[in-house]
């Protein structure tokens, strides 16, 4: 069964980063794409980015271009996103998922989700 546990989240300053992780145990990164969601209150999810299983990098949000960066260690089964020049727009509860091979074009082609972890961008 696969699982994916997210860590990495926390309180930061505006114009500050932080790197989200995604273990994921159950399978290897070699048979799926893993993508990073989040979901601010009162708010739809929303895809951030995605690394599918041959590694090929895709960006859901424009907001995000330039300032995270998806990345994975196949040694380790995990998937990072890095996050630079955070905004308190970026407040939200970040999740991690899994879809077979290839990214998704919506969240609801995802299979398997992680918990999520709190990004609380504030002074």
């Known amino acids: 069964q696969l699982q994916l546990v997210e860590s990495g989240g926390g309180l930061v300053q505006p114009g500050g980063s932080l790197r989200l992780s995604c273990v994921v145990s159950?399978?290897?990164?070699?048979?799926?794409?893993i993508g990073w969601f989040r979901q601010a209150p009162g708010k739809e999810r929303e895809g951030v980015a995605c690394?599918?299983?041959?590694?090929?990098?895709?960006n859901y949000v424009d907001s995000g271009e330039g300032r995270f960066t998806i990345s994975r260690d196949r040694a380790k089964n995990t998937v990072y996103l890095q996050m630079n020049s955070l905004e308190p727009e970026d407040t939200a509860v970040y999740y991690c998922?899994?879809?077979?091979?290839?990214?998704?074009?919506?969240?609801?082609?995802?299979?398997?989700w992680g918990q999520g972890t709190q990004v609380t961008v504030s002074s």
């Open positions: 690394i599918s299983s041959n590694g090929g990098r895709t």
């Open positions: 159950g399978s290897t990164l070699d048979y799926y794409a």
């Open positions: 998922a899994a879809a077979l091979w290839s990214c998704g074009s919506s969240w609801r082609e995802y299979d398997a």
